[in-house]
């Protein structure tokens, strides 16, 4: 590992129009390099911390989860301009251990639903202190708090900045971060970087932004920016990276701060230190949350009594009792469902739809594999009966593939929230979250997006996007291969190449975040123990991990859906009877 560096400055895909790293390709790309580690850091959020977790680790790679905070320069409560400070600096944590990584998910959570400000989900001094533990501090880019001072020529408060910190900290925890992107700014910055850290008996880190993962990426970047910004290539005043903000290898890094080795060692030391394990398993139930059985009663013995209650109510009681298909294929599905652990799962949706259908909340007859249990039946969580139509319990929960049950369910869609908010009052405000969905640039937008900022027409953009097929997982890179004309067309136009160039290696990237139309999680107690949390455009609370990642994570995710039908069939129906 002599020869070695490791990334600890890494902005993913995540960093919404600001990284185009995918996580597969970095995990592939530190591989390659023989790199024993790397860390993510994306501005201010967490969002991609399962996937680049699962993907480093799947190269034989050692993840560093981390974050770039935005660092507010007073209180959380104070929220006006003061004069000659940015309104937040940047500031990089990365996770030593799970108590680290614990407290890392509480910042992120905590800026994103309390201290954002012009769209910067912030923190303050006092949430890193309340949240230090376990977390190794960088002083931060020419963006950071330290050089916010040292720009304006106030080196005894870039001292102060750094002694703060310290104190936060722990000398241990805190290095002085060093960057060299060729910017004017780093090169002003850097020898009084390297003389506080020795004051202060701190260790120096090298550091290195990677916004793109090789330096033939900078160009589509750019357009990338501009997309995300709203400007046109050609415009003068518009926000840029440099080129140098690429995935370097150990090589280029040590020659970048051959007058200063031991910033380059100090990665390695970082990358040692730091041992997250995060537990992830899709089908464990740890983490669903308890139904309380009336009378204390045991969760298991309570859903054997209820669906037996409910083969009486949907049978009859004379069949109930005397029918042993029907009642073995119960017994085997209770049985299946309780090993298993799901017996909460099944009690906690039979409640809020039970509930939903006492309140005169229109509610579906069941879609899809759940419409296969019998459990389902009797509990009232559907109304189609498996045995009638022959359907296999199987489908919906196998023992031999054991995966989370996952009932969709149809609800009015003017009284959904009305079940939702149920929910949450009985399983806690905190506990019960709206999960979060990534856009991103899909074959026909992306080639759209590039021409606009480009300066090609919209008659031209539009001529090639048609060409594209109007189909679900569609690529270019197929398309440009089965479409003849499309191939015709872009290889005999030097902008439309360039176009295709910059479309191809942006296709896919995240663009922007919203709100899962019908998924909600639901947790065994706050969900920012398990999860960082954010806030939709509504201001609701919103997971920053998507349903892929909520279901690794072992959470329970179910679909609440909105079907316009049942509230015109209701509505019809009521106007009926009056």
């Given amino acids: 590992m002599a020869g070695s560096f490791v990334h600890l400055h890494l902005h993913t895909e995540y960093s919404t129009l600001d990284g185009a790293v995918r996580c597969k390709d970095v995990a592939s790309r530190a591989a390659e390099l023989g790199m024993p580690a790397v860390a993510m850091t994306d501005h201010g959020n967490l969002y991609g911390a399962i996937e680049f977790y699962e993907a480093v680790r799947r190269v034989g790679v050692k993840p560093i989860l981390g974050c770039e905070i935005y660092l507010a320069p007073e209180s959380l409560e104070h929220k006006k301009e003061i004069p000659g400070r940015k309104r937040a600096t940047h500031l990089t944590l990365l996770a030593e251990n799970n108590r680290g990584w614990e407290n890392l998910v509480q910042l992120v959570t905590r800026g994103h639903l309390d201290g954002t400000y012009y769209g910067k989900p912030r923190v303050d001094r006092e ?82 932004d990677v916004h793109f993962l090789s330096r033939d990426d900078h160009e589509a970047h750019d357009v990338m920016i501009c997309i995300g910004t709203g400007k046109l290539l050609f415009d003068e005043n518009r926000m840029r990276y440099p080129a140098e903000v690429y995935f370097k290898s150990a090589e280029e890094m040590r020659e970048l701060f051959q007058d200063i080795p031991e910033a380059c060692e100090n990665t390695l030391e970082i990358a040692e230190r730091c041992n997250v394990t995060l537990s992830l398993d899709a089908t464990s139930s740890e983490k669903y949350p308890n139904f309380e059985a009336p009378g204390g009663m045991c969760r298991d013995a309570y859903i054997r009594e209820q669906c037996f209650h409910g083969l009486e109510e949907r049978y009859g009681k004379e069949k109930a009792q005397s029918d042993e298909g029907l009642r073995e294929r119960l017994e085997y599905e209770i049985q299946t469902i309780s090993d298993l652990g799901f017996s909460s799962y099944f009690l906690i949706t039979a409640d809020f739809i039970n509930w939903a259908k006492e309140n005169g909340i229109p509610v579906g007859p069941g879609r899809g594999s759940a419409a296969g249990s019998l459990v389902a039946y009797t509990l009232g969580i559907t109304d189609i009966c498996p045995m009638r139509f022959g359907l296999l319990f199987e ?87 089965g479409n003849p004309e499309l191939r015709e067309a872009i290889e005999g136009s030097s902008n439309y190449r360039e176009l295709w160039d910059y479309a191809i290696k942006l296709e896919g990237l995240t663009r922007n975040t919203g709100v899962h139309a019908a998924g909600v999680v639901i947790g065994d107690r706050p969900l920012d123990q398990h999860v960082p949390l954010s806030r939709g455009n509504e201001g609701e609370v919103v997971t920053q991990y998507d349903m892929g990642a909520i279901t690794e994570v072992g959470l329970l995710k179910m679909d609440f859906l909105g079907l316009k039908n049942l509230t015109v069939i209701q509505e019809a129906s009521d106007f009926i009877r009056r």
């Fill in 127 to 208: 949430v890193l202190r309340a949240h230090a533990e376990g977390i190794i501090c960088l002083s931060g880019c020419i963006a950071g708090p330290v050089n916010e001072w040292l720009l304006q020529g106030q080196r005894d408060r870039a001292r102060e900045v750094l002694e703060e910190l310290r104190d936060i900290f722990g000398r241990d925890n805190l290095y002085v971060e060093l960057h060299d992107h060729g910017l004017e700014a780093q090169q002003e910055v850097r020898p009084q970087l390297i003389e506080l850290a020795r004051e202060l008996e701190l260790k120096p880190v090298a550091a290195n």
């Fill in 395 to 481: 489908r919906f929960l196998n023992p031999e593939r054991v995966s989370p049950p996952d009932v969709d369910i149809d609800f009015c869609q003017t009284r959904r929230p009305e079940v939702i908010d149920y929910v949450r009052q009985k399983y806690g405000e905190r506990c019960v979250s709206h999960i979060i969905t990534y856009g991103t640039l899909g074959a026909k937008s992306v080639i759209r997006d590039v021409a606009r900022v480009m300066g090609v027409s919209y008659g031209e953009a539009d001529f090639l996007a048609k060409m594209i097929e109007a189909r679900p997982g569609v690529k270019l890179q197929e398309e440009f291969e």
